[in-house]
């Protein structure tokens, strides 16, 4: 089971560092995708980062803006979001899957519940 920390109320030019973390186990071998679902949208991929090789944008508006970063020592994967704009606002998901990244949400096996990012003055 994943779970995502680290949401909540930012103004636009902010920043906010999410967090996914598994209650059991580790994420070794895992690639963690960061997913969105904006209001009235329908869920999208971010970026991932896979066990190998690094991290891979899915999403031209967050390059430069979203990195991903990975704590093996905590079994965390973080996700750096800068200067963050209204359009950012949504539910924010991690997923795992096996090794390599996937831009398919139904390559995924496990899900975090998502936490809440709002971007608003």
């Known amino acids: 089971q994943l779970v995502e920390s680290g949401g909540g109320l930012v103004q636009p030019g902010g920043s906010l560092r999410l967090s996914c973390a598994t209650s059991?186990?580790?994420?070794?071998?895992?690639?963690i995708g960061w997913f969105r679902r904006a209001p009235g949208k329908e869920r999208e991929a971010l970026l991932c980062?896979?066990?190998?090789?690094?991290?891979?944008h899915y999403l031209d508006s967050v390059k430069g803006r979203f990195t991903v970063s990975r704590d093996n020592a905590k079994s965390t994967v973080d996700l750096q979001m800068d200067d963050l704009k209204p359009e950012d606002t949504g539910v924010y998901y991690c997923?795992?899957?096996?090794?390599?990244?996937?831009?398919?949400?139904?390559?995924?096996?496990?899900w975090g519940q998502g936490t809440q990012v709002t971007v608003s003055s």
């Open positions: 980062d896979g066990w190998h090789g690094g991290p891979t």
């Open positions: 997923a795992a899957r096996n090794i390599v990244c996937s831009v398919f949400e139904n390559d995924y096996e496990e």
């Open positions: 059991g186990g580790n994420l070794r071998h895992r690639a």
